[in-house]
């Protein structure tokens, strides 16, 4: 049974950084897709960043691209997503999504794998 689990949410002011964590269990990686989604209250969930084939190949969505950036550690089976320079408009609830085949890898509905989701709030 695959599990999902992110840590490394919290409140920050804005310009600060966070690196968020998630951690997989029961999940092969190898020739699959992992990301990172948020939800902003009231708006629809969009991708943020993905990886695929471990960190075989990497893509940042263009509201974070220079800010953020996500990786995986194979050995850890853990993906990462360093956010820096953080603004308002970052705050949301961060969830990890595993699963979707390449080519697929920034469709949420191609992901069959949830975590929890984990909350980043940036004030100004």
């Known amino acids: 049974q695959v599990q999902l689990v992110e840590s490394g949410g919290g409140s920050v002011q804005a310009g600060g950084s966070l690196r968020l964590s998630c951690a997989a269990s029961?999940?092969?990686?190898?020739?699959?897709?992992m990301a990172w989604f948020r939800q902003a209250p009231g708006k629809q969930r969009e991708v943020v960043a993905t990886?695929?084939?471990?960190?075989?190949?990497?893509w940042v969505a263009d509201s974070v691209a220079g800010r953020f950036t996500i990786s995986h550690d194979n050995a850890q089976s853990t993906m990462f997503l360093r956010m820096t320079s953080l603004k308002p408009e970052d705050t949301a609830m961060y969830y990890c999504?595993?699963?979707?085949?390449?080519?697929?890898?920034?469709?949420?509905?191609?992901?069959?794998?949830w975590g929890q989701g984990t909350q980043v709030t940036v004030s100004s």
């Open positions: 999504a595993a699963g979707a085949q390449g080519g697929s890898c920034r469709r949420e509905t191609a992901y069959s794998h």
């Open positions: 029961g999940y092969r990686y190898t020739r699959r897709c």
């Open positions: 990886v695929f084939d471990g960190d075989v190949s990497r």
